[in-house]
């Protein structure tokens, strides 16, 4: 009874360990072949190195093809683009700003001949008597009209009818046009001191930009439109 006791007991301690270490043995053999090979420290090192570039898992899709891009289409006048494209400016000169002159001081006697004496005339043959109201007020606006006509054309396009047929127009230094503050010394200047503004015309012959007196006074310009 004794030998058998101990036999039992040692094939039951036998077996039983070798059970335990085969199953174990064997659940860490599967669990190292899900886990895959195992990395070189080296490898690692050089791919995680910053100064390696890194490399696309997919190719690059190329893009449209990159030109020039047009230039935007310009308003100026085609005669205004040549010349900012020859790199110069071109201004009026004396020749052309006597003549516009000329054609202002004309239409100018014809309008203040028709309101000072053209309307007391039409009023005395249709109705009869002349008031002396009338004939203040024609009189007053008569006196205006040259003042009127220069400000109010270089306020607004910078052009008067002298300046239309010869193509000049009065500008700032920056191509702006003249305020109407401007524009209103500029005619009271022109008008009242008309000898002096008239001699100050010669200035533009040595001017680089062919200003008057009156021109260097205000910081205005005559350009060619």
């Known amino acids: ?47 995680s190195r910053p100064g390696l570039p890194a490399r696309p898992r997919f190719p690059a899709r190329p893009g449209p093809p990159v030109g020039p891009s047009r230039p935007a289409p310009s308003r100026l006048p085609v005669r205004q683009r040549r010349l900012a ?14 003549l516009a002159l000329a054609v202002d001081a004309v239409l100018l006697a014809a309008l203040v001949a028709l309101i000072g004496a053209g309307v007391p005339a039409v009023w005395g043959a249709v109705i009869g008597s002349v008031p002396d109201w009338l004939r203040v ?5 008569a006196g205006l009209t040259p003042f009127g006509y220069f400000w109010l054309c270089w306020c607004t396009s910078g052009r008067t009818a002298g ?16 305020r109407a503050p401007r524009a209103a010394v500029r005619a009271i200047l022109g008008l009242v001191f008309a000898p002096v503004a008239l001699c100050g015309l010669l200035l533009i012959v040595v001017d680089p930009r062919r200003r008057a007196v009156h ?9 060619r439109i």
């Not at 494209?85 to 006597?98: K, N």
């Not at 007020?137 to 606006?141: A, D, F, K, R, S």
């Open 85 to 98: 494209q020859a790199g110069r400016e071109e201004y009026a000169g004396l020749v052309s700003r006597l």
């Open 1 to 47: 009874m004794t030998a058998a006791g101990t036999g039992t007991g040692a094939g039951s301690g036998t077996g039983t360990g070798a059970g335990t270490g085969a199953g174990t043995s064997a659940g860490s053999g599967g669990l190292a072949g899900r886990a895959g090979p195992a990395r070189d420290p080296a490898s690692i090192t050089r791919l």
């Open 215 to 223: 021109d260097l006074l205000l910081r205005t310009v005559v350009r």
């Open 137 to 141: 007020t024609c009189g007053v606006l």
């Open 163 to 178: 300046g239309l047929l010869l193509g000049t127009a009065v500008r700032r230094p920056d191509g702006s046009r003249v």
